[in-house]
């Protein structure tokens, strides 16, 4: 098991930026892989990125693809979300998840820790 806190969300203007963080304890960060998932009001959560053991690979939904992006400190236990260019379609609850692969992997199910979210309101 690692427990795992997100913070940084927020109210951000449309076009504006935001950084989450994840921090990690009760197991080294560097034994899974990360992932962040969403969910809007009335929609289910959705996967948003993910990123290797080693940080080496990333993940991204189509729908964040080139505005966010994932990183991680395994030193500090720590992994970051950099939200750029948001969009009021980026509302939602932000969850971040650990997985216990070897590999990078995409799907809720695949995720066997979750944090308790942080929410991410982008105004028009």
Do not use: H
Not at 23 to 45: C, H, I, T, Y
């Amino acid at each position: 098991q690692v427990q795992l806190v997100e913070s940084g969300g927020g109210l951000r203007q449309a076009g504006g930026s935001l950084r989450l963080s994840c921090a990690a304890s009760g197991r080294p960060l560097s034994q899974f892989v990360m992932g962040w998932f969403r969910q809007a009001p009335g929609k289910e959560r959705e996967f948003v990125g993910s990123i290797s053991r080693s940080g080496i690979s990333t993940s991204y939904a189509d729908s964040v693809k080139g505005r966010f992006l994932i990183s991680r400190s395994n030193t500090q236990n720590q992994v970051f979300l950099q939200m750029n260019s948001l969009k009021p379609e980026d509302t939602a609850v932000y969850y971040c998840a650990a997985a216990t692969s070897s590999f990078i992997v995409t799907r809720e199910y695949e995720f066997d820790n979750w944090g308790q979210g942080t929410q991410v309101t982008v105004s028009s």
